[in-house]
C-alpha cells in the first residue's frame, strides 16, 4: 500500500447517530483491530444533537414495523425482533446512559437532553482507540485490492472493511448533504429516488396567510383518491404557506411521496389533499345545532364571531371565507341555516391541498435511498464483501415517535459488532 494512504482494518463514514454507535460497538468488541471514523462537520453528532429538540427521542416501547414505509417492513420485522427497544436501552446503560419512557412510551435520557447521548458516545469512542477524522469530506470511494480506497479533501484512505453511515439529504444545516447517494453510484450500488419525510406541507391557499401562527387540535387526515390513507391527531400549526405539527409531519412522508413518484404506499393515485377535522370533540351535526343556538342567542354579535368559544377567532373567520360567508358588518343573525350547516361541515372537513413539495432543509428524515434489499440482517451487503450500510442512507425511514432513531442506533450496533466479529476471527486466523 502507499505509504501516503492511511491504512485501516475497518473505516466508518459519518459522524452521526449510527456511525457512532457502529463505532462504539466495533471498538467494545474488535481487540486490536485499527479502524477510523471519518465525518465531514467539524464537530461529530450535530443532528444527533437536535432530535427530539434537543433532548433525543432514541426509541419508542410501542415498536412495531408499522411506524416505518411500507417497504421497509419486513425488513423492520426481523430487525425490532432482535433489537427491541429494551435491548437498545441496555445497550445505552452498558455505556451509562440513564434513560426514561414517557406515557406514550417515547424514551429519552433522564437528563432530558441529547448531549448526554452524545458524551456516553464520544467518551466510549475516545476509550477504543479509534482514530476520528472530523472536517474530512470523502469525495470519492473505489473499491480497490479486495477493499475500499476513499479519497477525501486532503488525505487518502484505504480499509479492508467500510461501513457507510454518511446519512441522507435532510437537514443540510446540521451536516446532511446527500453524499450517500453519489457513494451509491460509486460502489455501483441501486438507489431508489429520495425525498423529505417528517416536514412541513405546502399548501396551495390563497387564504393561508390570514391565519399565519394559528393552531388548532385536530384529526387530520390524508385522503388519496376520496379514500383515507391514514389519519393523525395532534396540533396542526398554520402558516402563510404551510401547514405543519407531529400530526401533519406523520402525514408528510405519503404527501411528498405522491408528488415525487405518484404513488401513496406505492400504489399509483390521481389526487392527495390533508383534510383536517378541526373540532374532533363533536359531531358535525352537534357543531352546527351549536353554531344555529348561538346565532339564535346573540343575533346582534357580529357574523365573524361565529366560532367565538370554539376556534381561534381567526380560524373562524378563515373558514367563514372558504366557505363564502361574510364576515364584515353583518350580525349573527343575517346568517341562514345553510350558511350555519356550510360552516359546521367545513370545520369538520378543512381541505388543505399540496401545492408543491416539501423542503429538505426543513425535513427531519430523508425517504428513499438505498434499498433494504442490497444488505443482510447485519446490515452487511450482499453485493461486496466488507461493505456495511446503515443509517438514513437507507430506504427506511420512520414516523416521528424515536423509531428513526432505534433504526440507526439498531443498525449501527448491529454492524459493529459484526464487523468487529469478523475482524476477530481474521486475526485469529492469521495468528
Excluded at 263 to 287: F, H, K, M, Q, Y
Amino acid at each position: 500500500m502507499n505509504s501516503n494512504v492511511l491504512d485501516f482494518d475497518t473505516i466508518i463514514i459519518g459522524g452521526g447517530a449510527a456511525g457512532l454507535a457502529a463505532a462504539v460497538a466495533f471498538g467494545r468488541r474488535a481487540g486490536g483491530a485499527s479502524f477510523a471514523l471519518i465525518e465531514k462537520e467539524q464537530k461529530l453528532g450535530r443532528k444527533l444533537l437536535a432530535t427530539g429538540s434537543g433532548r433525543c427521542n432514541l426509541t419508542n416501547m410501542n415498536m412495531s414495523e408499522e411506524f416505518y414505509n411500507v417497504s421497509a417492513r419486513p425488513f423492520m420485522r426481523r430487525m425490532l425482533s432482535r433489537v427491541t427497544p429494551e435491548r437498545l436501552i441496555s445497550s445505552f446503560e452498558s455505556l451509562g446512559l440513564l434513560c426514561r419512557a414517557d406515557s406514550e412510551g417515547r424514551v429519552y435520557p433522564c437528563s432530558n437532553q441529547a448531549a448526554s447521548v452524545l458524551d456516553v458516545l464520544t467518551l466510549w469512542l475516545g476509550r477504543t482507540g479509534c482514530r476520528v477524522f472530523c472536517g474530512c469530506r470523502v469525495g470519492r470511494i473505489r473499491r480497490e485490492n479486495g477493499g475500499y480506497l476513499l479519497e477525501a479533501d486532503d488525505k487518502t484512505f484505504f480499509a479492508k472493511t467500510l461501513i457507510l453511515a454518511s446519512g441522507g439529504q435532510a437537514s443540510a444545516a446540521l451536516g446532511s448533504d446527500g453524499s450517500s447517494y453519489r457513494f451509491a453510484r460509486d460502489l455501483s450500488l441501486p438507489c431508489e429516488p429520495v425525498f423529505p419525510s417528517l416536514a412541513p406541507v405546502f399548501a396551495s391557499d390563497r387564504l393561508l396567510p390570514s391565519v399565519k401562527g394559528v393552531r388548532a387540535a385536530a384529526r387530520v387526515s390524508l385522503v388519496a383518491d376520496g379514500k383515507t390513507a391514514a389519519c393523525e391527531y395532534g396540533e396542526l400549526q398554520l402558516n402563510d404557506k404551510t401547514v405543519s405539527g407531529v400530526c401533519v409531519f406523520q402525514l408528510s412522508r405519503l404527501v411528498n411521496e405522491f408528488l415525487a413518484l405518484g404513488t401513496v404506499n406505492g400504489r399509483r393515485c390521481e389526487s392527495v389533499r390533508i383534510v383536517a377535522d378541526l373540532v374532533p370533540d363533536i359531531s358535525a351535526g352537534g357543531l352546527e345545532e351549536l353554531l344555529a343556538k348561538k346565532c339564535r342567542s346573540l343575533p346582534d354579535a357580529p357574523s365573524d364571531a361565529l366560532f367565538a368559544g370554539v376556534l381561534n377567532r381567526k380560524l373562524g373567520v378563515y373558514i367563514m371565507k372558504k366557505c363564502g360567508i361574510p364576515t364584515n358588518g353583518e350580525t349573527l343573525s343575517s346568517l341562514s341555516a345553510a350558511q350555519i350547516g356550510a360552516a359546521a361541515q367545513y370545520a369538520k372537513n378543512a381541505v388543505f391541498t399540496p401545492g408543491a413539495p416539501s423542503r429538505f432543509d426543513s425535513a427531519q428524515v430523508t425517504a428513499g435511498g438505498i434499498p433494504l434489499s442490497e444488505i443482510d440482517r447485519n446490515m452487511k451487503s450482499l453485493r461486496f464483501g466488507g461493505l456495511y450500510i446503515i443509517g438514513e442512507a437507507l430506504d427506511a425511514d420512520g414516523l416521528c415517535g424515536g423509531y428513526n432513531l432505534h433504526f440507526a442506533f439498531a443498525g449501527g450496533i448491529t454492524a459493529g459488532a459484526h464487523a468487529a466479529k469478523s475482524e476477530v476471527k481474521k486475526h485469529d486466523k492469521d495468528k
